[in-house]
């Protein structure tokens, strides 16, 4: 969906996230019950932060109900929070989780990629490929505190993080499913899971659109811990303690090192990448695919 109805937003304002929201306010709410002002809350609509400043801690929850569906409003609310604890030196790292019961995040709003022109799509996909681009070099450290059911756009989320943990909770699925709907992951996609689980584990896990339960995910190594529901944050908190003992200058060059190669190959192909991603999800088989989906999706609801 538009920013706003009936308004475009250009290419090169994607790359400066605080014109995108214009009118839009961060809004601040009343610390917790027994914090300091350090843990003050701020946020737009979609986007929740709970800042520590004294740890030098930030929480991030996603609160796009009822999924977390990644819609360009709340693609582009996350950019704008991320980039101000970024340019706040205060902070050091950041938890990434969700405020909605049940899912971390479904993934990318396919409301966005279907019945729309190819103008919205470019819109669209450029502020998808923004986010990631953002997370998976990130010079903050990132752990994803997986509190949901997590497919799709949602795991790529987590996979651009330094760190995973998932709830153990069977119905907490996590992988990049896009082949069950008729979707291709592109090739950065790709890339950020081999990097992750290497080539044989993620040729099977693309090509069949797996999606793994708890235990799963963690013996492929999709998720680097998986521990009972009530304590993903406290341990998300735990495991920031130990990467924030680690110099951040030594941290970041290596973190750099390891992604960037990854970074460059988008960046040097940002705009193919876009009009591929746009030619692809006009043609008609596609949208007749994704309208299918959205009507049993409207029908479960009913």
């Not at 709410?29 to 709970?50: C, I, K, M």
């Not at 505190?145 to 119905?171: F, V």
Request: aromatic content about 6%; glycine content about 6%; some cysteine.
């Amino acid at each position: 969906m538009a920013l706003a109805a009936g308004t475009r937003v250009s290419s090169r304002a994607l790359l400066r996230p605080w014109a995108l929201l214009r009118g839009t306010t961060i809004r601040r709410t009343e610390p917790a019950a027994g914090s300091g002002d350090s843990a003050r809350r701020f946020g737009t609509q979609r986007v929740l932060v709970e800042p520590d400043a004294a740890a030098g801690v930030a929480v991030m929850k996603f609160k796009n109900p009822p999924v977390n569906s990644l819609s360009l409003e709340l693609l582009t609310e996350f950019i704008i929070s991320l980039e101000k604890l970024e340019n706040d030196k205060t902070f050091r790292g950041v938890i990434l989780t969700s405020d909605c019961p049940r899912v971390f995040s479904a993934g990318l709003d396919l409301t966005e990629m279907c019945g729309k022109n190819p103008a919205h799509y470019a819109e669209y996909w450029k502020a998808v490929q923004e986010l990631w681009l953002r997370l998976y070099l990130s010079n903050l450290v990132l752990i994803a505190a997986i509190n949901g059911a997590c497919p799709a756009g949602g795991c790529l989320i987590s996979l651009t993080c330094d760190y995973r943990i998932l709830a153990d909770n069977p119905k907490y699925l996590i992988g990049l499913n896009e082949t069950l709907l008729g979707i291709v992951a592109p090739f950065w996609f790709k890339d950020t899971l081999v990097n992750t689980i290497g080539h044989r584990a993620s040729e099977q896990a693309l090509q069949l659109g797996l999606l793994f339960l708890p235990a799963e995910a963690l013996q492929v190594g999709l998720v680097d811990q998986v521990v009972p529901e009530d304590q993903v944050l406290s341990t998300a908190l735990s495991v920031m303690a130990r990467w924030m003992a680690i110099p951040d200058h030594a941290r970041q060059l290596t973190k750099n090192m390891m992604r960037k190669t990854t970074v460059d190959r988008l960046v040097k192909q940002r705009d193919a990448d876009i009009q591929n991603f746009v030619s692809f999800i006009s043609r008609d088989s596609i949208q007749k695919s994704l309208q299918m989906y959205l009507e049993k999706l409207k029908q479960k609801k009913g």
